[in-house]
């Protein structure tokens, strides 16, 4: 399952994202916004985290203008790993190497094409584990801090 959720300046977006999901028949839930009012995206990433963070969902896609808000927002939140792309090898080795469990995008950044690519590559690139294993655990650790 997918956590979905955007801002206004990614609702755009994120409705195109919903259509890609729908066509791929990968289930998801929305966490909003469901216009184009303006919200705060602090809020939007901390309820579409914590879907992940209590195990309903497995990944999440947040969408705000810039993409760079909503990525702060939800890297404060403890396991969430939140990765702002708008290039594809970044959107795969962010799996590959970092676990990512969060790709964020910019609505008035990137256009729809580019961010079903990223999205496509997000979801099906496993993590490599390895020695970014003991790096990711490093990564968490410093939450306790
Ligand atoms: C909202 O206007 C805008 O600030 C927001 O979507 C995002 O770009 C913040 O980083």
Known sequence: MIAIGSDHGGFALKEE????????????EDFGTYSTDSVDYPLIAEKTCAAITSGKCDKGILCCGTGIGISMAANKIKGIRAALCSDY??????RLHNDANVICMGGRTIGPGLALELVDVFLNTPFEGGRHARRVEQLMKLEEK
């Open 17 to 28: 994202i919903k259509k890609y999901l729908d066509e791929h028949k990968i289930p998801y």
């Open 89 to 94: 090898f970044s959107a795969k080795y962010t």
